[in-house]
Protein backbone atom coordinates (compact mmCIF):
# COMPACT_ATOMS: atom_id res chain seq x y z
CA UNK A 1 0.00 0.00 0.00
CA UNK A 2 2.83 2.44 0.87
CA UNK A 3 4.81 1.59 -2.13
CA UNK A 4 1.64 2.13 -4.44
CA UNK A 5 1.15 5.11 -2.65
CA UNK A 6 4.94 6.59 -3.11
CA UNK A 7 4.14 5.37 -7.24
CA UNK A 8 1.19 7.45 -7.50
CA UNK A 9 2.64 10.95 -5.77
CA UNK A 10 6.13 10.36 -7.93
CA UNK A 11 3.41 9.83 -10.92
CA UNK A 12 1.23 13.16 -9.63
CA UNK A 13 4.79 15.35 -9.34
CA UNK A 14 6.10 13.85 -12.88
CA UNK A 15 2.65 15.28 -14.48
CA UNK A 16 2.69 18.57 -12.49
CA UNK A 17 6.21 19.04 -13.87
CA UNK A 18 5.37 18.46 -17.44
CA UNK A 19 2.54 20.17 -17.86
CA UNK A 20 4.67 23.32 -16.35
CA UNK A 21 7.27 22.39 -19.06
CA UNK A 22 4.70 22.49 -21.80
CA UNK A 23 3.40 25.78 -20.72
CA UNK A 24 6.67 26.86 -21.40
CA UNK A 25 7.30 25.51 -24.80
CA UNK A 26 4.02 26.85 -25.45
CA UNK A 27 5.62 30.52 -24.34
CA UNK A 28 8.49 29.84 -26.74
CA UNK A 29 6.59 28.90 -29.90
CA UNK A 30 6.10 32.06 -31.79
CA UNK A 31 5.65 35.78 -31.64
CA UNK A 32 2.26 36.82 -31.82
CA UNK A 33 2.81 39.26 -33.77
CA UNK A 34 5.08 38.71 -36.68
CA UNK A 35 5.26 35.01 -36.29
CA UNK A 36 8.96 34.87 -35.72
CA UNK A 37 10.32 31.80 -34.10
CA UNK A 38 10.90 32.29 -30.08
CA UNK A 39 14.14 29.48 -30.43
CA UNK A 40 16.47 32.14 -28.82
CA UNK A 41 14.18 33.24 -25.54
CA UNK A 42 16.71 36.56 -24.87
CA UNK A 43 14.47 38.74 -25.86
CA UNK A 44 11.18 37.11 -25.63
CA UNK A 45 8.68 39.08 -23.65
CA UNK A 46 5.22 38.36 -22.09
CA UNK A 47 1.94 40.50 -22.52
CA UNK A 48 -1.11 39.88 -20.14
CA UNK A 49 -3.64 42.70 -20.69
CA UNK A 50 -6.81 42.78 -18.00
CA UNK A 51 -9.15 41.34 -20.21
CA UNK A 52 -6.94 38.14 -19.73
CA UNK A 53 -5.36 37.96 -22.91
CA UNK A 54 -1.85 36.25 -23.27
CA UNK A 55 0.46 37.49 -25.98
CA UNK A 56 4.25 36.07 -26.23
CA UNK A 57 6.08 38.54 -27.98
CA UNK A 58 9.79 38.05 -29.48
CA UNK A 59 11.29 41.49 -29.11
CA UNK A 60 10.54 44.72 -27.48
CA UNK A 61 10.02 46.56 -30.87
CA UNK A 62 6.69 43.91 -31.15
CA UNK A 63 5.65 44.65 -28.29
CA UNK A 64 5.31 48.75 -28.40
CA UNK A 65 3.68 47.82 -31.84
CA UNK A 66 1.24 45.61 -30.40
CA UNK A 67 0.96 47.97 -27.67
CA UNK A 68 0.35 51.15 -30.40
CA UNK A 69 -2.32 48.55 -32.04
CA UNK A 70 -4.14 48.11 -28.98
CA UNK A 71 -3.56 51.57 -26.86
CA UNK A 72 -7.24 51.21 -25.73
CA UNK A 73 -6.35 47.89 -23.64
CA UNK A 74 -5.15 47.60 -19.88
CA UNK A 75 -1.72 46.01 -19.83
CA UNK A 76 -2.00 44.33 -16.19
CA UNK A 77 1.41 42.41 -16.75
CA UNK A 78 4.29 42.70 -18.74
CA UNK A 79 7.73 40.33 -18.55
CA UNK A 80 11.05 40.39 -20.14
CA UNK A 81 13.17 37.99 -20.41
CA UNK A 82 16.67 38.23 -18.36
CA UNK A 83 19.31 38.27 -21.10
CA UNK A 84 21.32 35.52 -18.77
CA UNK A 85 19.23 33.17 -17.39
CA UNK A 86 15.89 33.58 -19.59
CA UNK A 87 14.01 34.02 -16.61
CA UNK A 88 10.72 36.35 -17.10
CA UNK A 89 11.09 39.11 -15.25
CA UNK A 90 8.91 42.32 -14.35
CA UNK A 91 9.97 44.61 -17.78
CA UNK A 92 9.49 47.68 -15.85
CA UNK A 93 11.84 46.64 -13.09
CA UNK A 94 14.53 45.09 -15.22
CA UNK A 95 17.80 46.99 -16.17
CA UNK A 96 18.12 47.35 -20.08
CA UNK A 97 21.00 48.43 -22.19
CA UNK A 98 20.42 49.97 -25.40
CA UNK A 99 22.71 49.24 -28.20
CA UNK A 100 25.96 47.15 -28.45
CA UNK A 101 27.64 45.10 -30.88
CA UNK A 102 25.50 42.75 -30.39
CA UNK A 103 22.46 42.00 -32.58
CA UNK A 104 19.39 43.05 -31.97
CA UNK A 105 15.79 41.63 -32.89
CA UNK A 106 13.65 43.48 -35.37
CA UNK A 107 16.07 46.43 -34.98
CA UNK A 108 19.58 47.85 -35.36
CA UNK A 109 19.68 49.41 -32.17
CA UNK A 110 19.76 46.19 -29.67
CA UNK A 111 17.69 46.49 -26.15
CA UNK A 112 18.20 43.74 -23.46
CA UNK A 113 17.00 42.98 -20.04
CA UNK A 114 18.79 42.32 -16.98
CA UNK A 115 17.16 41.53 -13.30
CA UNK A 116 20.53 42.54 -11.79
CA UNK A 117 22.25 45.95 -12.47
CA UNK A 118 26.00 44.31 -12.06
CA UNK A 119 25.17 42.04 -15.18
CA UNK A 120 23.72 44.77 -17.49
CA UNK A 121 26.94 46.45 -16.10
CA UNK A 122 29.57 43.64 -17.17
CA UNK A 123 27.46 43.41 -20.44
CA UNK A 124 28.05 46.76 -21.46
CA UNK A 125 31.99 45.92 -20.74
CA UNK A 126 31.48 43.49 -22.69
CA UNK A 127 29.70 44.27 -25.33
CA UNK A 128 29.10 48.03 -25.24
CA UNK A 129 25.84 49.91 -25.31
CA UNK A 130 24.59 52.03 -22.41
CA UNK A 131 22.07 51.43 -19.39
CA UNK A 132 18.56 52.52 -19.42
CA UNK A 133 15.38 52.28 -18.13
CA UNK A 134 12.58 50.59 -18.78
CA UNK A 135 11.03 54.23 -20.12
CA UNK A 136 14.36 54.77 -22.11
CA UNK A 137 14.01 51.95 -23.81
CA UNK A 138 10.56 51.94 -25.08
CA UNK A 139 11.12 55.37 -26.34
CA UNK A 140 14.03 54.41 -28.21
CA UNK A 141 11.95 51.68 -29.57
CA UNK A 142 9.43 53.65 -31.06
CA UNK A 143 12.20 55.99 -32.31
CA UNK A 144 14.02 53.15 -34.17
CA UNK A 145 10.65 51.88 -35.53
CA UNK A 146 10.71 54.47 -38.51
CA UNK A 147 14.52 53.52 -39.34
CA UNK A 148 13.25 49.98 -39.62
CA UNK A 149 10.33 50.74 -41.68
CA UNK A 150 12.41 53.08 -44.13
CA UNK A 151 15.01 50.03 -44.68
CA UNK A 152 11.59 47.95 -46.40
CA UNK A 153 10.26 50.84 -48.46
CA UNK A 154 10.29 50.44 -51.96
CA UNK A 155 9.10 53.65 -53.88
CA UNK A 156 6.08 52.66 -55.81
CA UNK A 157 3.21 54.56 -57.68
CA UNK A 158 -0.30 54.75 -56.33
CA UNK A 159 -2.85 51.96 -57.09
CA UNK A 160 -6.58 53.24 -58.89
CA UNK A 161 -7.61 52.57 -55.20
CA UNK A 162 -6.39 56.28 -54.22
CA UNK A 163 -9.49 57.42 -56.41
CA UNK A 164 -12.27 56.16 -54.37
CA UNK A 165 -10.42 55.53 -50.90
CA UNK A 166 -13.11 56.68 -48.87
CA UNK A 167 -15.55 54.76 -50.27
CA UNK A 168 -13.39 51.29 -50.15
CA UNK A 169 -12.31 51.73 -46.90
CA UNK A 170 -14.70 54.39 -45.08
CA UNK A 171 -13.23 53.73 -41.67
CA UNK A 172 -10.15 53.88 -39.97
CA UNK A 173 -8.12 50.40 -39.73
CA UNK A 174 -7.02 50.92 -35.89
CA UNK A 175 -9.39 53.38 -33.87
CA UNK A 176 -12.37 53.05 -36.51
CA UNK A 177 -12.98 56.90 -37.15
CA UNK A 178 -14.67 57.94 -40.12
CA UNK A 179 -12.37 58.55 -43.11
CA UNK A 180 -15.11 60.75 -44.53
CA UNK A 181 -15.20 62.84 -41.44
CA UNK A 182 -11.27 62.88 -41.15
CA UNK A 183 -10.93 63.12 -45.15
CA UNK A 184 -8.46 66.02 -44.58
CA UNK A 185 -6.23 63.75 -42.45
CA UNK A 186 -6.96 60.41 -43.59
CA UNK A 187 -3.33 58.29 -44.61
CA UNK A 188 -3.31 55.35 -47.05
CA UNK A 189 -0.84 52.66 -47.14
CA UNK A 190 -0.23 50.63 -49.98
CA UNK A 191 2.00 47.29 -49.45
CA UNK A 192 4.17 45.88 -52.12
CA UNK A 193 1.63 42.65 -51.90
CA UNK A 194 -1.08 44.53 -52.79
CA UNK A 195 -2.58 44.89 -49.67
CA UNK A 196 -4.12 48.15 -47.97
CA UNK A 197 -4.60 50.14 -45.26
CA UNK A 198 -6.93 53.00 -44.89
CA UNK A 199 -6.69 54.79 -41.37
CA UNK A 200 -7.80 58.56 -40.12
CA UNK A 201 -4.32 60.05 -40.02
CA UNK A 202 -0.90 59.97 -40.50
CA UNK A 203 -0.81 58.43 -36.92
CA UNK A 204 -2.85 55.43 -37.32
CA UNK A 205 -0.90 54.93 -40.44
CA UNK A 206 2.07 54.37 -38.38
CA UNK A 207 0.50 52.09 -36.21
CA UNK A 208 -0.14 49.87 -39.44
CA UNK A 209 3.41 50.44 -40.75
CA UNK A 210 5.18 49.26 -36.97
CA UNK A 211 2.56 46.24 -37.06
CA UNK A 212 3.61 45.41 -40.44
CA UNK A 213 7.16 46.60 -40.30
CA UNK A 214 8.83 43.55 -42.19
CA UNK A 215 6.31 43.97 -45.32
CA UNK A 216 7.97 46.26 -48.54
CA UNK A 217 5.88 49.47 -48.78
CA UNK A 218 5.11 50.78 -52.07
CA UNK A 219 3.39 54.17 -51.32
CA UNK A 220 2.07 56.33 -48.28
CA UNK A 221 -0.59 58.34 -49.05
CA UNK A 222 -1.82 61.63 -47.25
CA UNK A 223 -4.86 64.01 -47.80
CA UNK A 224 -4.21 67.78 -48.58
CA UNK A 225 -5.36 69.68 -45.80
CA UNK A 226 -7.50 71.54 -48.26
CA UNK A 227 -8.64 69.82 -51.37
CA UNK A 228 -8.98 66.31 -49.28
CA UNK A 229 -7.02 65.09 -52.48
CA UNK A 230 -4.66 62.29 -51.89
CA UNK A 231 -0.99 62.96 -52.46
CA UNK A 232 2.44 61.18 -52.15
CA UNK A 233 3.11 62.04 -48.46
CA UNK A 234 6.95 62.15 -48.96
CA UNK A 235 6.31 65.13 -51.18
CA UNK A 236 4.33 66.71 -49.58
CA UNK A 237 4.91 69.77 -47.80
CA UNK A 238 4.13 68.62 -43.60
CA UNK A 239 3.62 71.24 -40.78
CA UNK A 240 4.15 69.82 -37.07
CA UNK A 241 2.12 71.88 -34.33
CA UNK A 242 0.58 74.81 -34.19
CA UNK A 243 -3.23 76.35 -32.87
CA UNK A 244 -4.75 73.43 -34.92
CA UNK A 245 -5.66 70.04 -32.52
CA UNK A 246 -4.39 66.91 -34.39
CA UNK A 247 -6.18 63.82 -35.03
CA UNK A 248 -4.81 61.00 -32.68
CA UNK A 249 -2.37 63.21 -31.36
CA UNK A 250 -1.57 66.29 -29.42
CA UNK A 251 1.22 67.63 -31.43
CA UNK A 252 -0.56 67.69 -34.97
CA UNK A 253 0.96 67.01 -38.08
CA UNK A 254 -0.70 68.69 -41.58
CA UNK A 255 0.22 68.04 -45.42
CA UNK A 256 -0.81 70.15 -48.42
CA UNK A 257 0.04 69.77 -52.04
CA UNK A 258 1.91 73.38 -52.46
CA UNK A 259 4.33 75.31 -50.79
CA UNK A 260 1.82 78.56 -50.34
CA UNK A 261 -0.63 77.12 -48.93
CA UNK A 262 1.22 75.04 -45.98
CA UNK A 263 2.76 78.96 -45.54
CA UNK A 264 -0.75 81.05 -44.82
CA UNK A 265 -1.50 78.09 -42.43
CA UNK A 266 1.36 78.74 -40.86
CA UNK A 267 0.53 82.56 -41.11
CA UNK A 268 -3.20 81.73 -39.59
CA UNK A 269 -2.63 78.67 -36.88
CA UNK A 270 0.98 78.62 -36.05
CA UNK A 271 3.41 75.54 -36.47
CA UNK A 272 6.46 74.98 -38.23
CA UNK A 273 7.04 73.33 -42.41
CA UNK A 274 8.79 69.93 -41.99
CA UNK A 275 9.64 67.29 -44.04
CA UNK A 276 8.20 63.72 -44.13
CA UNK A 277 10.81 62.46 -42.28
CA UNK A 278 10.76 64.60 -39.20
CA UNK A 279 6.64 64.24 -39.52
CA UNK A 280 7.03 60.07 -38.91
CA UNK A 281 10.07 60.82 -36.19
CA UNK A 282 7.74 62.93 -34.65
CA UNK A 283 4.33 60.50 -35.35
CA UNK A 284 6.58 57.78 -33.53
CA UNK A 285 7.90 59.44 -30.64
CA UNK A 286 4.02 61.08 -30.13
CA UNK A 287 3.01 57.33 -30.55
CA UNK A 288 5.13 56.60 -27.43
CA UNK A 289 4.04 59.46 -25.55
CA UNK A 290 0.18 58.35 -25.90
CA UNK A 291 0.93 55.53 -24.65
CA UNK A 292 2.43 56.17 -21.56
Known sequence: MKKNLLITCALVFILSVLAIAQENIKGHGS??????????SRNRMSIEYDDRTKLEMCSIHCTAAEFAAHREKTLKRLQVSDYNSN???????????????????????AKWAFEKKEEAEQFIRDNGGQIATFDEAMKATFEDMYTGIRITHKKGTATDITMADMENLPECTYCGMSRHQYAY????????????AGTC?????????????NKPVNSIMIADYHTRKL??????????????????????????????????????????????????????????????
Open 87 to 109: KLIDAKKAYWVIGGNKLGVMTKR
Open 201 to 213: SIHCAAVDLAVNM
Open 31 to 40: CSLCGMRLDD
Open 231 to 292: TDAEKAVWIIGGEKSGVMTKRAKWAFEKREEAEQFINDNGGRISTFDEVMKATFEDTYEILR
Open 185 to 196: SRALVIYEDGTV
